[in-house]
């Protein structure tokens, strides 16, 4: 009988993309009944400061991380047996957060990563929070990976900073004309494919983002999470399926 183990979302970084993973968990786990479904529990604690405003060093940016550790064990007390964080920028502090973690975290980045080397992606674009950018933390793992990683220029990536948080954390509209040409800029320097690297983006796919060259990080994480919880993922596109093969 296969281990179904107790998941922690370990969210609220932003508030609306942990309910949209949680929506992707559901909708795209096989089942006949709600016993079929994976049994979590939710954190959304809205209240986590800033994880790009800390990374750049902004004044008056205060740590994220005792928040996030402090959700991490509750999570973990209360019985989860594995966390997710649906969030890229917040795996800047992964190391820290899974150091003390009583439980093991699957990681958005890593997971990404892998899928993307698994279907032979050798150049990419990133379209992510200037923190993530910042941090390198998918940079590092994409040339490990041996896959080169390309990000907006400074104009490039203000329109996407402006669509994360003057967009959609607001709960307003995006450009999508603007989006669209930063992202048309990335594939005319000769990336494959654009990862969706920040779950605000992501947020995107439901308003109809669906071009094909887009990968969305957090159904790669949503897809990923399923195997690990011992459920059978349905609904990706075939593509996908090579995420079997990746180590959790």
């Known amino acids: 009988m296969k281990r179904h183990p107790l998941l922690g979302v370990l969210g609220g970084l932003g508030p609306m993309s942990t309910f949209y993973f949680c929506e992707l968990l559901t909708a795209h786990t096989k089942a006949r009944t709600d016993a079929d479904h994976i049994d979590m529990l939710i954190s959304s604690r809205a209240s986590t400061p800033d994880r790009t405003a800390y990374i750049l060093g902004q004044a008056g940016a205060r740590d994220p991380l005792p928040v996030m550790r402090e959700e991490a064990h509750r999570l973990a007390a209360a019985g989860a047996e594995l966390l997710v964080i649906p969030c890229n920028t917040a795996h800047y502090f992964y190391d820290g957060l899974a150091k003390d973690c009583p439980v093991p975290i699957l990681n958005i980045i890593r997971q990404t990563v892998a899928f993307l080397q698994m279907r032979g ?14 941090s390198g933390a998918y940079a590092r793992l994409f040339a490990e990976a041996g896959i080169e990683c390309l990000c907006p220029d400074p104009q490039e990536q203000a329109v996407v900073t402006g669509i994360i948080y003057g967009a959609v954390k607001q709960n307003l509209p995006p450009d999508f004309a603007a989006f669209l040409r930063v992202s048309q800029a990335l594939l005319n320097r000769g990336c494959e494919c654009l990862v969706l690297g920040c779950t605000e983006l992501s947020l995107l796919r439901r308003e109809g983002l669906r071009q094909p060259w887009f990968v969305d990080s957090l159904e790669v994480l949503a897809c990923s999470t399923i195997l690990a919880c011992g459920k059978e993922p349905t609904g990706f596109p075939p593509e996908f399926d090579c995420l079997r093969e990746v180590t959790v």
């Open 121 to 134: 992606i050798r150049r990419c674009g990133l379209l992510a929070t200037e923190g993530t950018v910042a």
